[in-house]
């Protein structure tokens, strides 16, 4: 037995060579829900999932000159390094554009605003505008004026400028000599992409590290900080890894505190060793079975050792302390041994139903240790321990007297109404960012973006997809009914750069009409009389006159100019077109577009939250009435009389209502990782009650006393570790067990003697 326990520990092992964690956040989200799982793919395709963001800044001076060679240097350095490739000057051709826009105008002017020109230009306001455009061509830059005001007299452009309004994907911020400058003039902003995607980590830290060497060479006195998402996957992976290392050394050294103090016998170390072979076992057949392993579930792993060593204690102190022979101590032992791990395994098992992949690779993985250790504590740690009985040198935990026995289920009673009326005050918080790591550094930069350009990261995307003009009219729409409502800082679309086919088509031949029209022939007649008399030649407007004639629109891509800021606002899906429109993230926006008559995926970053904390509070509200179902029933089946049943949840009662009362009272959100730590605690909680009871029942000895406490000193190091990790997610489940355990371990050790007291037990027999 022992060569097969040794054959199969080199097995798992031998597959930990080959683990390599998951960065995955789909893990995250239940998968249950297609349309959750759904949004969240698609929130991943938001124009930053690639896009690289620096923020440049002197530390005193506003020296632009200087900046702008720091942005060379950081971007020459950066761009060497071959992992993405920063813009040091955004190359946008004003005259070029401007030039463009005005020879499409009759595509572009809107059909709808053509009547309003009528009373706009009047002869007087027609010879005000020929007088400007005279004193420009006369002006030192009238030379690259010249084609616009011949293509364009009346400067009806103006008209097509406001709508590009709305192509500014900064909120904030100003554009000058190729640069994009925080609106208070103290940072500028450079702009890129990379192909690493964000579950890449090594690419994360290839991208972090060539920031860190562009920096580096920096005149003194300037800063440059690296934004994007790879940055985040990397701190979270980076973080976990630390409090792997941090959480095995705090487990160790706690386990062996533990042992030191109350086994002192070296012969004892197959009782840690033994459990840590079956952890071990179970992590290397998860990763056998092809689960991806996330770093929150090896974490999990110190507290499934902690658990585990509960099942070899109850056999060392029972073998080691036995008045009987060893076979005869274990049959004892094993029917409410068997029940206490039967409840743990299936709090742990309950998870498998989760509707979060990672609440199930936790459960699967838990279960696994867990049925493992059972065995091995049952047929193998036996073998094992050969030393001869000793007697029990430190009393139990007594309680008797009516008196100290009325104290203590007053006192309990008085707590429990304590931590129930924190209970109350518990929320829930389904946001991701509340179980990520986010560095400091990397807030403190975030913050700076959106104080000097705006939020780029927190706005809600409104997704079009489908054929082509189908998807470029449904835009149109969407802009039109948008744009009355949000101002253009707060909206970015395509619609007025890039319209449909049909509407350019109709602004066409609207836009020919028009000038054939009395109204138009009139503007045309009264500009043809006043040009001669301002000194233009008969022929110097002919484009102008020109474009009166119907021609088919001319098919323009997104201008180049556009594609550093806007280009991931359009992708191709196949055959299909993928349109974004970006919007303030509001709690109207979604009253805004309930009629229905577009087909069209709303992505709030807000409104994702708000449904993930429903799902995370569904999933809850399943899991917990299951696994406290489960408990209850295998309680029952053990123990068989309702006063033994309640007296052994005593300690499941005080770690729950305990845990949701800390909680509240010290204002602690509850995320997917606290559902975890509810299941758990009542899994784990339950053995110590069943074991008490089992003991006053049966007449047992001061044995059982410390094999509780010191099984739930060994718990308490698991889960104490991981409430010391840096990570929320582990810090959630560590600290949320933590406090059930440890308001379970005293209810088991003090009220549950007091609520099941010796007469009672001899009037029952």
Same mark, same amino acid.
């Given at each position: 037995?022992?060569?097969?326990?040794?054959?199969?520990?080199?097995?798992?092992?031998?597959?930990?060579?080959?683990?390599?964690?998951?960065?995955?956040?789909?893990?995250?989200?239940?998968?249950?829900?297609?349309?959750?799982?759904?949004?969240?793919?698609?929130?991943?395709?938001?124009?930053?999932?690639?896009?690289?963001?620096?923020?440049?800044?002197?530390?005193?001076?506003?020296?632009?000159?200087?900046?702008?060679?720091?942005?060379?240097?950081?971007?020459?350095?950066?761009?060497?390094?071959?992992?993405?490739?920063?813009?040091?000057?955004?190359?946008?051709?004003?005259?070029?554009?401007?030039?463009?826009?005005?020879?499409?105008?009759?595509?572009?002017?809107?059909?709808?605003?053509?009547?309003?020109?009528?009373?706009?230009?009047?002869?007087?306001?027609?010879?005000?505008?020929?007088?400007?455009?005279?004193?420009?061509?006369?002006?030192?830059?009238?030379?690259?004026?010249?084609?616009?005001?011949?293509?364009?007299?009346?400067?009806?452009?103006?008209?097509?400028?406001?709508?590009?309004?709305?192509?500014?994907?900064?909120?904030?911020?100003?554009?000058?000599?190729?640069?994009?400058?925080?609106?208070?003039?103290?940072?500028?902003?450079?702009?890129?992409?990379?192909?690493?995607?964000?579950?890449?980590?090594?690419?994360?830290?290839?991208?972090?590290?060539?920031?860190?060497?562009?920096?580096?060479?920096?005149?003194?006195?300037?800063?440059?900080?690296?934004?994007?998402?790879?940055?985040?996957?990397?701190?979270?992976?980076?973080?976990?890894?630390?409090?792997?290392?941090?959480?095995?050394?705090?487990?160790?050294? /706690?386990?062996?505190?533990?042992? $030191? *103090?109350? !086994?002192?016998?070296?012969? +004892? #170390?197959? @009782? %840690?060793? =033994?459990? &840590?072979?079956?952890?071990?076992?179970?992590?290397?057949?998860?990763?056998?079975?092809?689960?991806?392993?996330?770093?929150?579930?090896?974490?999990?792993?110190?507290?499934?050792?902690?658990?585990?060593?509960?099942?070899?204690?109850?056999?060392?102190?029972?073998?080691?302390?036995?008045?009987?022979?060893?076979?005869?101590?274990?049959?004892?032992?094993?029917?409410?041994?068997?029940?206490?791990?039967?409840?743990?395994?299936?709090?742990?098992?309950?998870?498998?139903?989760?509707?979060?992949?990672?609440?199930?690779?936790? /459960?699967?993985?838990?279960?696994? $240790? *867990?049925? !493992?250790?059972?065995?091995? +504590? #049952?047929? @193998? %740690?036996? =073998?094992? &321990?050969?030393?001869?009985?000793?007697?029990?040198?430190?009393?139990?935990?007594?309680?008797?007297?009516?008196?100290?026995?009325?104290?203590?289920?007053?006192?309990?009673?008085?707590?429990?109404?304590?931590?129930?009326?924190?209970?109350?005050?518990?929320?829930?918080?389904?946001?991701?960012?509340?179980?990520?790591?986010?560095?400091?550094?990397?807030?403190?930069?975030?913050?700076?973006?959106?104080?000097?350009?705006?939020?780029?990261?927190?706005?809600?995307?409104?997704?079009?997809?489908?054929?082509?003009?189908?998807?470029?009219?449904?835009?149109?729409?969407?802009?039109?009914?948008?744009?009355?409502?949000?101002?253009?800082?707060?909206?970015?679309? &395509?619609?007025?750069?890039?319209?449909?086919?049909?509407?350019?088509?109709?602004?066409?031949?609207?836009?020919?009409?028009?000038?054939?029209?009395?109204?138009?022939?009139?503007?045309?007649?009264?500009?043809?009389?006043?040009?001669?008399?301002?000194?233009?030649?008969?022929?110097?407007?002919?484009?102008?006159?020109?474009?009166?004639?119907?021609?088919?629109?001319?098919?323009?891509?997104?201008?180049?100019?556009?594609?550093?800021?806007?280009?991931?606002?359009?992708?191709?899906?196949?055959?299909?077109?993928?349109?974004?429109?970006?919007?303030?993230?509001?709690?109207?926006?979604?009253?805004?577009?309930?009629?229905?008559?577009?087909?069209?995926?709303? &992505?709030?970053?807000?409104?994702?939250?708000?449904?993930?904390?429903?799902?995370?509070?569904?999933?809850?509200?399943?899991?917990?009435?299951?696994?406290?179902?489960?408990?209850?029933?295998?309680?029952?089946?053990?123990?068989?009389?309702?006063?033994?049943?309640?007296?052994?949840?005593?300690?499941?009662?005080?770690?729950?209502?305990?845990?949701?009362?800390?909680?509240?009272?010290?204002?602690?959100?509850?995320?997917?990782?606290?559902?975890?730590?509810?299941?758990?605690?009542?899994?784990?909680?339950?053995?110590?009650?069943?074991?008490?009871?089992?003991?006053?029942?049966?007449?047992?000895?001061?044995?059982?006393?410390?094999?509780?406490?010191?099984?739930?000193?060994?718990?308490?190091?698991?889960?104490?570790s991981l409430a010391l990790a840096s990570h929320p997610a582990l810090f959630a489940i560590g600290i949320s067990v933590l406090i059930g355990i440890g308001a379970a371990v005293p209810t088991a050790l003090w009220l549950v003697p007091a609520l099941v007291p010796e007469r009672v037990l001899r009037e029952e027999k």
């Open positions: 037995m022992l060569l097969l326990v040794l054959v199969l520990i080199v097995a798992g092992g031998f597959s930990l060579l080959h683990l390599q964690l998951s960065e995955n956040a789909e893990a995250l989200i239940p998968d249950r829900d297609p349309q959750l799982l759904r949004q969240f793919q698609l929130l991943q395709q938001s124009p930053m999932t690639h896009k690289l963001l620096v923020v440049i800044e002197a530390e005193e001076s506003r020296d632009r000159a200087r900046l702008t060679e720091a942005a060379a240097v950081f971007a020459t350095r950066f761009n060497r390094a071959g992992v993405g490739r920063l813009q040091t000057r955004l190359q946008i051709d004003l005259p070029g554009l401007l030039q463009q826009l005005v020879v499409e105008m009759p595509q572009r002017f809107p059909a709808a605003k053509l009547p309003q020109l009528a009373d706009e230009l009047s002869e007087e306001e027609i010879g005000l505008r020929l007088q400007e455009a005279r004193d420009e061509l006369l002006s030192p830059v009238g030379l690259g004026s010249k084609v616009l005001i011949r293509t364009d007299p009346l400067r009806l452009r103006q008209r097509l400028f406001d709508g590009l309004a709305y192509t500014n994907l900064l909120g904030r911020g100003q554009f000058r000599g190729g640069y994009l400058w925080s609106e208070d003039g103290k940072g500028l902003l450079l702009v890129g992409k990379t192909d690493i995607q964000l579950t890449d980590v090594r690419g994360a830290a290839a991208l972090e590290q060539a920031a860190r060497a562009a920096a580096a060479e920096l005149p003194p006195g300037i800063k440059a900080d690296l934004l994007c998402g790879q940055r985040y996957t990397l701190a979270n992976a980076m973080a976990i890894k630390h409090d792997l290392r941090r959480i095995g050394l705090l487990v160790s050294a /706690g386990l062996l505190l533990v042992f $030191g *103090l109350f !086994l002192r016998d070296w012969r +004892a #170390l197959p @009782v %840690l060793l =033994l459990p &840590l072979a079956g952890v071990v076992l179970a992590l290397g057949l998860v990763l056998l079975s092809g689960v991806e392993l996330s770093g929150i579930t090896l974490g999990f792993g110190a507290v499934v050792l902690g658990v585990a060593l509960d099942y070899g204690l109850h056999v060392f102190f029972a073998l080691r302390h036995r008045q009987r022979e060893p076979e005869q101590v274990l049959a004892e032992l094993s029917r409410p041994l068997l029940c206490g791990a039967l409840t743990s395994i299936g709090a742990f098992v309950v998870l498998l139903s989760s509707a979060l992949p990672v609440q199930r690779q936790l /459960g699967w993985f838990a279960a696994l $240790g *867990l049925l !493992l250790a059972l065995l091995l +504590a #049952l047929l @193998v %740690l036996p =073998l094992l &321990l050969v030393a001869p009985p000793q007697p029990l040198e430190h009393p139990d935990f007594p309680t008797k007297g009516p008196g100290r026995r009325n104290l203590l289920l007053a006192g309990w009673g008085l707590l429990l109404l304590v931590a129930l009326a924190g209970a109350i005050r518990v929320r829930i918080n389904g946001d991701l960012r509340q179980i990520s790591l986010v560095p400091p550094q990397l807030a403190a930069t975030e913050q700076r973006l959106r104080q000097g350009w705006g939020d780029l990261r927190g706005r809600a995307m409104l997704l079009l997809e489908g054929e082509e003009e189908e998807v470029r009219q449904q835009n149109e729409v969407l802009f039109s009914r948008l744009r009355d409502k949000l101002s253009p800082g707060d909206l970015v679309s &395509l619609a007025p750069l890039l319209p449909s086919r049909a509407t350019r088509t109709a602004n066409r031949a609207a836009w020919s009409s028009f000038w054939h029209g009395a109204a138009g022939g009139r503007i045309a007649d009264e500009l043809r009389r006043q040009a001669g008399e301002h000194g233009f030649a008969p022929t110097a407007f002919a484009p102008f006159f020109a474009s009166f004639e119907a021609q088919a629109p001319v098919e323009r891509p997104l201008p180049a100019c556009f594609e550093p800021l806007l280009g991931n606002l359009e992708q191709r899906n196949g055959e299909k077109l993928q349109i974004l429109t970006l919007a303030a993230d509001r709690p109207e926006l979604a009253t805004l577009l309930q009629d229905g008559q577009l087909d069209m995926t709303l &992505l709030s970053p807000r409104l994702f939250r708000a449904e993930l904390s429903g799902a995370v509070k569904d999933d809850f509200f399943r899991l917990a009435p299951c696994a406290g179902v489960m408990v209850l029933l295998l309680t029952a089946l053990l123990l068989r009389r309702a006063r033994l049943v309640i007296a052994a949840l005593a300690p499941v009662i005080s770690g729950v209502v305990a845990m949701f009362g800390i909680m509240g009272w010290a204002g602690i959100a509850f995320n997917l990782f606290n559902a975890v730590a509810t299941v758990l605690v009542i899994g784990l909680t339950i053995d110590y009650g069943i074991f008490m009871v089992w003991r006053r029942q049966h007449g047992g000895d001061r044995v059982t006393d410390r094999a509780v406490l010191v099984s739930g000193l060994t718990t308490l190091a698991g889960f104490g």
